[in-house]
């Protein structure tokens, strides 16, 4: 992945492929102070402290919220539903529950979603756009049922433009 400090995407990206659950924010792993006179790993060039303040560690409640506000005792990961998984920054990662699946991609990239091993292929679904960079949910629809669902997230493919998409059946 060659970040030489772990920029923003950098640290959202693993932060989801780690199932969702480990900070990764460089000065902050290591707990770097530069007034002890000990050089710090992996570039880093701040103290832990001012890392806590950088923008992804303050996205990170947007995370916990989406997190926190779905079934999570039952949730698991799914290595099978995306049927043009990427590798790297294309990869989609997945976790599922009874009912719903989210799908993060760390770049905004079109993917394909076979619903039948989600069990969400057999009644409507609703389908939206979680931009963990600000929390804001967005394009919330509903669509028939059906075997495969064709994500296509809000912006361009770009670095820095990371999405998820919450699938759940419908009421």
Same mark, same amino acid.
């Given at each position: 992945?060659?970040?030489?400090?772990?920029?923003?995407?950098?640290?959202?990206?693993?932060?989801? %492929?780690?199932? %969702?659950?480990?900070?990764?924010?460089?000065?902050?792993?290591?707990?770097?102070?530069?007034?002890?006179?000990?050089?710090?790993?992996?570039?880093?060039?701040?103290? %832990?402290?001012?890392?806590?303040?950088?923008?992804?560690?303050?996205?990170?409640?947007?995370?916990?919220?989406?997190?926190?506000?779905?079934?999570?005792?039952?949730?698991?990961?799914?290595?099978?539903?995306?049927?043009?998984?990427? /590798?790297?920054?294309?990869?989609?990662?997945?976790?599922?529950?009874?009912?719903?699946?989210?799908?993060?991609?760390?770049?905004?990239?079109?993917?394909?979603?076979?619903?039948?091993?989600?069990?969400?292929?057999?009644?409507?679904?609703?389908? @939206? %756009?979680?931009?963990?960079?600000?929390?804001?949910?967005?394009?919330?629809?509903?669509?028939?049922?059906? @075997?495969?669902?064709?994500?296509?997230?809000?912006?361009?493919?770009?670095?820095?433009?990371?999405?998820?998409?919450?699938?759940? /059946?419908?009421?």
């Amino acid at each position: 992945m060659g970040c030489g400090c772990y920029q923003k995407i950098c640290l959202l990206v693993r932060i989801f %492929w780690c199932c %969702w659950v480990y900070l990764w924010a460089n000065a902050v792993m290591q707990f770097f102070d530069p007034s002890k006179g000990v050089g710090g790993a992996y570039g880093v060039t701040k103290s %832990w402290q001012e890392g806590l303040k950088d923008t992804a560690a303050g996205q990170l409640v947007y995370l916990k919220k989406l997190l926190l506000g779905k079934d999570y005792l039952n949730r698991v990961p799914d290595t099978v539903c995306v049927t043009d998984q990427g /590798k790297k920054y294309d990869y989609v990662a997945v976790t599922k529950a009874p009912g719903y699946a989210l799908f993060y991609t760390p770049n905004g990239r079109d993917f394909k979603i076979d619903l039948h091993p989600l069990n969400l292929d057999k009644t409507p679904v609703v389908t @939206s %756009w979680f931009n963990p960079r600000t929390g804001i949910v967005s394009d919330k629809k509903q669509i028939a049922a059906a @075997s495969f669902y064709a994500a296509q997230p809000p912006l361009e493919k770009g670095h820095g433009n990371d999405w998820v998409l919450v699938i759940e /059946k419908a009421d």
